[in-house]
């Protein structure tokens, strides 16, 4: 009986364990199964206005510019984002070897790896800021932070910008402000954009943000970090923005603002107070950690003094 009882018992254990089992399974799967079919599925492309695109992907800001004399791309993503970005321009219409200019906003690997297979495909021109240059021409080798661990194919870069620098292809113009900190030669890219009567000013910002392990004081590969940064903000913050667009989708909040499928409207984008507010994140981080620096400094020369005037114990 005892026997039976437990054989019964483990019987339906088994079964509704089973059964449980099995629609756990399959509620997993059909939760799952959508999310892994659409991350297959490449991120689509937008409009954001007049001849201004979006051709990244929901990280990856790349930008495309569409001008009668030929396209500017600025951002190729990763060196896997190239085949994407050339799906995304067929989607839009559009062919890669109409690129005739490539831009970066700052050359780490997830903005500019792709550069030098885009260069390859579309035989553009790659224009960098002066101070980039070098970090672009070596892969990132000589990024003061990442050094060799952030290496990308190195590109060539055939024109180099200066500060306020104007871009200019087919009637169009871009202007490239240095905004140096998060690389030495960290760019923004500000156009005005006529779309409907209207003209929009706007602004594909490199935020100053602080990557992880970065030493405002005494950084010896990059002296005067702290002054830059500092001067990125200031300069930011004198910056016109009607349209706000950075180097992540995130920063500016693509997908709070347009979602797959809506329609196109430039309006969508306009948002001087999330630059602002954005600007202004970063440079908070930016003053918390000199601080931080600046008292741990502080307390190891208070230590120092402690230890010359105390006898040893040991
Ligand atoms: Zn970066």
Redesign the pocket.
């Given at each position: 009986m005892g026997e039976i009882g437990d054989v019964g018992q483990l019987t339906r254990r088994l079964f509704g364990s089973g059964t449980l089992f099995g629609m756990r399974r399959a509620l997993l799967l059909g939760f799952l199964l959508p999310l892994l079919l659409s991350a297959q599925k490449i991120f689509p492309p937008l409009r954001i206005a007049g001849n201004l695109y979006y051709v990244g992907d929901n990280d990856l800001a790349s930008y495309l510019v569409v001008t009668p004399k030929g396209d500017i791309l600025i951002n190729t993503g990763f060196e896997y984002s190239v085949p994407e970005i050339q799906s995304r321009l067929k989607t839009l219409g559009f062919h890669l070897k109409d690129i005739k200019i490539l831009l970066v906003?700052?050359a780490?690997s997830?903005?500019a790896a792709g550069e030098a297979r885009m260069k390859k495909l579309t035989g553009a021109k790659m224009f960098a800021m002066q101070e980039e240059v070098d970090l672009l021409q070596t892969g990132g080798k000589t990024d003061y932070l990442f050094g060799s661990s952030g290496w990308f194919p190195p590109v060539k870069v055939d024109r180099a910008l200066h500060d306020g620098e104007k871009i200019e292809l087919g009637g169009f113009a871009i202007t490239a402000y240095h905004h140096p900190g998060?690389?030495k030669g960290?760019a923004s890219y500000a156009m005005e954009i006529a779309d409907a009567g209207r003209t929009y000013r706007v602004l594909i910002a490199n935020l100053g943000?602080i990557?992880e392990g970065t030493a405002l004081l005494h950084n010896p590969k990059y002296p005067k970090i702290a002054q830059d940064y500092a001067r990125t903000f200031q300069a930011q913050k004198e910056l016109p923005c009607d349209i706000f667009l950075t180097?992540h989708a995130g920063q500016f909040g693509l997908l709070a603002k347009w979602r797959p499928g809506d329609a196109y409207d430039p309006d969508r984008f306009v948002d001087p107070a999330g630059y602002v507010r954005a600007v202004e994140r970063s440079e908070v981080r930016y003053l918390r950690q000199l601080q931080e620096e600046r008292d741990e400094e502080q307390a190891w020369k208070d230590h120092l003094k402690f230890k010359d005037v105390t006898p040893q114990k040991f």
């Open positions: 906003t700052h780490h997830d903005h998060h690389t960290s943000n990557n180097s």
